[in-house]
């Protein structure tokens, strides 16, 4: 055997070795895809639970807020009528203050008046006064 066939067997030895090997990374590229391929599927049978769910708590989200915007509109037309009331009683309320206030001080007087004399001819001119709580007699 000439130099260039020993060459020539030992190229053709290496390029099947080579060619094992990438069969062999291939196997594992092909085995990677495979499992790679599961695992997508999975994620996207995952995804479309997550994403049915989500719609589901959305539709369930919206409903609340259209809920909690009617109550609100209905507080808000009961505020309004609670503020038209207080305005209305507080209204009368002053105009009532104005009517009354003199006469019912005026009246406050008299009655402290008759008061005073019914215990000075009581009491003969003696008036008793209560001091924290014990009665004490005291010359008018």
Do not use: N, W
């Amino acid at each position: 055997m000439t130099t260039a066939e020993i060459v020539l067997v030992a190229a053709i030895v290496l390029c099947a070795i080579g060619l094992a090997g990438l069969a062999v990374s291939l196997m594992r590229v092909l085995d990677a895809l495979s499992a790679l391929r599961v695992e997508v599927a999975e994620l996207r049978e995952q995804s479309r639970r997550m994403v049915t769910e989500l719609r589901h708590s959305t539709d369930e989200a919206r409903d609340a807020v259209g809920a909690a915007r009617e109550d609100l509109v209905r507080f808000d037309r009961v505020l309004g009528s609670a503020e038209a009331i207080s305005a209305a009683v507080g209204r009368g309320g002053g105009a009532a203050r104005r009517v009354f206030a003199a006469p019912v001080i005026k009246g406050v007087g008299v009655v402290t008046g008759v008061r005073r004399a019914v215990d000075r001819l009581r009491y003969g001119g003696e008036r008793i006064e209560l001091v924290s709580g014990e009665p004490r007699r005291k010359r008018a």
